[in-house]
Every structure is written in structure tokens, then in C-alpha cells.
């Protein structure tokens, strides 16, 4: 089968599509014919050299992706029967025409979306989820600060958490992207180029500051978020595109707010949990995207590139173009 590839870490230049032999399902996986993946952060990292796939994991690149059931291993429990179609949560391989999946890990395709929407939602939507609700404890009427609001879990973020009855406010660094955000539900958005965003956001709520904030941008924005936490509020980290170094006051601000501080990474989480992960999002989630919810979710493509394009693909990310997903076609 043809896979996303790279010979030694380093640019975008250096990715390429490799022949390699077709993963076979072990014990209680089925293997998808994959139609689409679509690109995450962590793939540039990897591909960096800065982020290795967990132990026994594949290493070709792509954390989900979606297709059919065309092969079932042995012990599997009749979830799934071939030529289902479905998306899967994967540590990583999905960027490749085939990918094995233990079977509770694969969720159905809503109805009415494609199967390159669907390869968009489950790495952005899971990791978005589990932040708001599993660690954030997202509560109706509290304010959640997204940062990066117009990234692929940003953009799934902000409409979870207007459906949880919660208030997004998200930062970005364009007018264009805060637009984008106000139109998926964000209440209000600030520009953390131009202005002061915890000042911002602490105009916004009249002091009280936000009771949650979803953060992937580490060290650069530290006393920032700080500042406009709430009182007891919670602020997840789950990725450091502005650094992991911290100088300053971090632990004496935080103990006057009561903060609580929790790092969360959903790649090296074990299976179990992400079998919780994925069935509570199915059951909860999964239904809002059917065309005839009130509420409905919709995963956010910016592009759709064929996988031969994988080279710009990564060149399109790691410029911050991207407003949601990017989408890689697999040749069928
Ligand atoms: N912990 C986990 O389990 C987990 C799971 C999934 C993703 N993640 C993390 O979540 C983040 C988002 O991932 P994604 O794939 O959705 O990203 P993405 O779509 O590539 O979006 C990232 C955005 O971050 C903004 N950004 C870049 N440099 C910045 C800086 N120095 N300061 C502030 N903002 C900056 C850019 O938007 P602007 O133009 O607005 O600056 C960029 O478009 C990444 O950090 C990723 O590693 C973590």
C-alpha cells in the first residue's frame, strides 16, 4: 500500500508517498480501507523529530481518518461487518490506504456527511470533548476561553461548548479567523496580535474572568491566561505552540486564584480510556451531527488536498492558514 513517509526528520520537503507492506488486524481489530485522514500539529512535530508515536504504535503519520471495514481479525465482537463505513481515533497510520483499528475505537459516519468531513472530526472532536467535559467539567453559563479558535479543535471546541450551555470565547491571530469563530458561536473574540487578550477578556465578563480555559499555547500566553481566570477556574493545557518555558510568578498567581492547572495529551492515553472517550462521544455527540438535529455540529474543512499534495499540506499548516481541518484524499 502507498503511505505518507519520511526518511529522516526535518521540512515538509522531506515527506513522500513510500510503497510498504499492508497492516494485517491483530486480536480484536478490523482494517480500514481508508478514504481520508486529515492533518493534525502533531504531525508536523513528528515529522520535526519532536514527537514520537507512542511505544508499539504505528509510525507513518495520521491520527484518524475514515473508509470502509474490509477486513475483520480474529475475536472480533460483531460491531463492525465489511464494507461498513466508518472514522476512526488512531495513534497514528492513517495516512496510508489501509490502517488496522481495535474496533471499539471506529465510530459510524453520521448521516448526510462525507467521508472526508468525516476524517475531519475524530482527533479535533474527541480531543475538544474530553477537554470540555471530562476534564474541564464545562458546567452551563460558565465562560471558556479557547485559544487557537480557529483551529481544527477550536473549531470543534466552540461548538461544544455552546451546545454544553457554556459561553466561547476564543483568541486568534486575524480578523478573518475571529469572524470565522463568531460564525461557528463564539460570543467574542480577540485578536492576541493587537490587543491584550486577558484584558480583553475580563472587559468582557465584567471581572469575573473565565471559569475554563482550553490552552495549546503554553508559555507564551502563561501570566495572561492567569490573569483572567477565575476564581477557582481551570486551565487545561493541551499543547505548547507558544513554548513550555515559564518565567516568572506562575505558582504564586495561580494560588491566589485557586487555579487549577491540568495537562492533558489524548495520543498516549491507554486504550481504555479511549474506549470511554469514543463510546460516550458516540452516544452524547455523534447524534448532533445528523442533519435534522436542532443544534446541529459540523466538522470545519478548510481543504481538501490529495495525499500526492502532502507536502503542501504541511506547508499550509505550519503557515497557520488553516481555518479548521485539513483534509488528505487517499487514492482508492
Ligand atoms: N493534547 C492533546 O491531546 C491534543 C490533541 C489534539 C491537538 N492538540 C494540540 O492542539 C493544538 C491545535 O491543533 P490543531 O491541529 O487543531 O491546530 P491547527 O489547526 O494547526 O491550528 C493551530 C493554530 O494555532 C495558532 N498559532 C500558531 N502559532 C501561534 C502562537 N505562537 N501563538 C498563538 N497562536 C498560534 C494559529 O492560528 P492564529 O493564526 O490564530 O495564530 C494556528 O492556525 C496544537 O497545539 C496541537 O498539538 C493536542
Known sequence: ??????????????LYLKEVAKPCPKEGEVLLKVAASALNRADLLQRQGQYDPPPGTSSILGLEASGHVVELGPGCQGHWKIGDSAMALLPGGGQ???VTVPEELLMPIPEGLTLPQAAAIPEAWLTAFQLLHLLGHVQAGEFVLIHAGSSGVGTAAIQLTQIAGAIPLVTAGSEHKLQMAEKLGAAAGFNYKEEDFSEATLRFTKGAGVDLILDCIGGSYWEKNVNCLALDGRWILYG???GGDVSGPLLSKLLFKRGNLIASLLRSRNKKYKQTLVKTFTEQILPHFSKNSPQRLLPVLDRVYPVTDIQAAHKYMEANRNVGKIVLELPQ
Open 1 to 14: 500500500m502507498l503511505a505518507v513517509h519520511f526518511d529522516q526528520p526535518g521540512g515538509a520537503e522531506n
Open 240 to 242: 505548547l505552540i507558544g
Open 96 to 98: 496510508a490506504q489501509y
